[in-house]
């Protein structure tokens, strides 16, 4: 069994590394971080946007007397300015981010809600974005797994829509390898990007402690890390130098299998850091990295997962859709 | 580790075109679509902080302006905010760096107090924070300025 090899589907003449990356997976591992991603991003910050009242909305920056104008950000850029302000817009978005999200959870409507869920859920990022900063943006790795889970839900709509319809839906490996390395590369890519970018501002002084200090005495001088690092300078400068090293190289050591959960983790403790210290929590970041890093689907908890059944109906869509 | 119910079929063309899509557009779009991506090609931490300047601006009864209608604010994340949706007022200081010329700054705000009403005089104070010796960073200077509503 173990010099067996596994089924692919990417054409033979193909490249070996290509065809790796055509492997067919079981759907457990991946499954698993489309929960987390529908309950804990699309379903409870869809409901959070739908709780917000009129003038919660309206206190956000783009409202504010003094600012010059809103320009729109990301998948919202093509979209009027009037829609990008409307409340009215955002709940709809919100809604069908909720309605989408919860079909694709319970496998309706295949492979259409993972396709209108991650739309919408993008979307609706977008949109808060453009009215107030706010660290939205911590969303985007959220968003590109989406992508990648929608895809694959598309692309095998028919292999998915006929496990559903005889309920062998965990014994059937419709995940393809490929989602695991295309988002390695964009969550390497995404943290190299700012420490060369760091590197590329800052030269041999990226790593100075004193613009951390600076920065950590404005915005959060009264944190639980921030006394120690505005006090001693060597801690502020291993800190930052310790961040450049991490991002710069995340390419490279999320790449390299061995390295891989150590880079991780080391990525996640820093984001623990900054969210204990400043307050600004990249718990997205963290689960991915965390998910990508281990074999969380062979976690005896993970394993209670496949006692789900889903509806067989549930296919009906799939089955029919082009 | 079996394949059972799976159909085998080969990878369509379009999954391939987007598995490839995929590893090669993080690449390219993070640097270029700098507003979706704030923290991939403008991070914070990114560009040089020697000193910290904040400014606050009073009117004759004591009550705080708006520093972002006078143009005084300085943000730890200026560097950044290119890639806000909302369109802020353009600054007329720098968040770590004094004014080059302070006459200028003064009749600026002289200004924007006269068109909006605001009482005179006005008093700025602008306080400096910095390295105050090799380990940690504290106030180096504070500095205030009254402004008077000119040849009104």
């Known amino acids: 069994m173990a010099t067996a090899e596994l089924a692919t589907s990417a054409p033979a003449t193909a490249p070996a590394i290509w065809r790796r990356l055509f492997e067919h997976r079981a759907p457990l591992r991946y499954e698993i971080l489309l929960v987390y991603l529908l309950v804990f991003k699309v379903i409870k910050e869809s409901i959070l946007q739908l709780c917000q009242s009129r003038a919660e909305f309206d206190s956000q920056d783009a409202f504010k007397p003094f600012v010059l104008g809103v320009d729109p950000i990301g998948w919202a850029d093509c979209l009027p300015v009037s829609w990008v302000t409307s409340y009215g817009f955002h709940q709809f978005v919100a809604v069908t981010a909720l309605l989408s999200g919860a079909l694709w959870l319970f496998k309706r409507c295949l492979p259409w809600s993972a396709i209108v869920a991650t739309w919408s859920f993008g979307l609706s990022n977008c949109l808060r974005q453009s009215l107030d900063f706010d660290y939205i943006h911590q969303n985007l790795p959220p968003v590109a797994a989406m992508i990648l889970l929608a895809a694959t839900y598309t692309f095998h709509r028919r292999e998915i829509s006929r496990a559903l319809r005889e309920s062998r839906f965990w014994e059937t490996d419709f995940y393809r390898e490929w989602v695991i390395p295309v988002l390695l590369v964009y969550m390497g890519l995404l943290y190299s990007y700012s420490g060369i970018w760091k590197l590329a501002y800052g030269g041999w002084d990226a790593g100075n402690g004193l613009k951390l200090q600076l920065i950590f005495d404005a915005l959060n001088p009264n944190g639980l890390l921030s006394q120690p690092i505005l006090q001693y300078r060597p801690l502020a400068t291993l800190l930052m130098t310790g961040t450049v090293i991490l991002e710069a190289g995340a390419l490279p050591g999320l790449l390299i299998p061995w390295l891989r959960p150590w880079w991780a983790m080391s990525l996640v403790m820093m984001h623990l850091a900054i969210g204990i210290s400043m307050g600004i929590w990249f718990t997205p970041s963290m689960v991915i990295l965390t998910w990508l890093a281990f074999r969380v689907d062979r976690l005896p908890l993970a394993q209670l997962m496949r006692r789900i059944r889903f509806a067989p109906r549930a296919a009906l869509l799939a089955e029919n859709s082009p | ?152």
């Open chain 2, 1 to 152: 580790m079996g394949n059972a119910g799976s159909s085998c079929t080969l990878a369509t063309i379009a999954e391939q075109i987007f598995v490839a899509l995929g590893l090669l557009l993080p690449l390219v779009v993070p640097p270029i679509v700098v507003e979706a991506f704030p923290m991939t090609a403008s991070p914070m931490f990114s560009v040089a902080v020697p000193l910290r300047m904040k400014y606050t601006l009073t009117d004759k009864a004591g009550r705080k302006l708006d520093n972002d209608v006078y143009g005084l604010r300085t943000s730890p994340l200026w560097n950044m905010e290119s890639s806000f949706g909302p369109k802020f007022p353009k600054n007329v200081v720098a968040t770590s760096e004094p004014p080059a010329d302070m006459n200028a700054l003064l009749q600026h705000i002289r200004e924007v107090g006269r068109s909006t009403h605001a009482e005179f005089p006005l008093v700025l104070e602008c306080i400096t924070k910095g390295p105050i010796d090799d380990r940690t960073v504290g106030v180096i200077s504070t500095r205030k300025w009254t402004i008077d509503d000119g040849d009104r």
